[in-house]
């Protein structure tokens, strides 16, 4: 069963404009949360991260809010930019855990 | 910086191989972990490891075994290679509640 979700598989965004990318999780131990960016063929790269323990984390453009009672994250990216384009992934994971457990990923076209 | 390599980008196997994805990591991570990624699937968990001669079954562990003899190497061992197994497969590393650090994957087709 898809502990973490990601249910827009595609967002196209207007270079300059905000991305905004989704992720749900349904496992209340979930302590720690992930953002990866993928380009084809070539593995995962880690973007950004969050703890339970806060509801926003930023990174220059990248930005990740959480809200623990809509078991909800969303990666906010401002400004988008053409490279931007890729998968990107959501993922969490208990403190009692080894594994992520990851989304089916979104991918963002950013156009110029 | 930190470096998660995995011996081949591409490889092509006939159904019925025996298939080994060889995956070195230099950071001294106890966890390793093999993902396969398939559209529209995301990343699924195979095997992982927590320590040398340690490992644990993920989300698809079957028709696949894994091997951690030293700390820095985590194989992925396809038994009897069978079409349904061609994809990407992906090695990481990483310490417990740390990202992850992936390498570039191998994409395999087995024909």
């Known amino acids: 069963d898809q502990q973490v979700k990601q249910n827009s598989p595609s967002l196209s965004v207007q270079e300059g404009r905000i991305s905004i990318l989704n992720c749900d999780y349904t496992?209340?131990?979930?302590?720690?949360f992930l953002w990866y960016k993928k380009y084809p063929a070539e593995g995962p790269t880690f973007l950004i991260s969050i703890s339970s323990i806060k509801d926003k984390n930023e990174d220059g453009r990248f930005t990740v809010f959480l809200n623990k009672s809509a078991k909800h994250l969303s990666l906010h990216i401002v400004p988008s930019q053409p490279g931007d384009s890729a998968v990107y992934f959501c993922?969490?994971?208990?403190?009692?855990?080894?594994?992520?457990?990851f989304g089916k990923g979104t991918s963002l076209l950013v156009t110029p | 910086d930190v470096k998660v390599t995995q011996s081949s980008r591409y490889l092509v196997k006939r159904t019925g191989e025996k298939v080994f994805l060889e995956c070195v990591q230099d950071?001294?991570?106890?966890?390793m972990f093999w993902y396969r990624q398939d559209p529209g699937l995301g990343l699924r968990l195979i095997y992982f490891s927590y320590d040398v001669k340690m490992k644990e079954k993920g989300d698809i562990p079957e028709g696949y075994s894994v091997s951690r003899e030293k700390k820095e190497r985590f194989s992925l061992i396809l038994e009897s290679a069978s079409t349904n197994q061609t994809s990407m497969y992906l090695c990481?590393?990483?310490?417990?509640?740390?990202?992850?650090?992936f390498g570039n994957g191998t994409r395999l087709t087995v024909t």
């Open positions: 950071m001294d991570h106890e966890n």
């Open positions: 990481a590393g990483g310490q417990t509640n740390s990202p992850l650090h």
């Open positions: 496992n209340s131990m979930f302590d720690y």
């Open positions: 993922a969490a994971i208990s403190n009692s855990g080894y594994a992520l457990n």
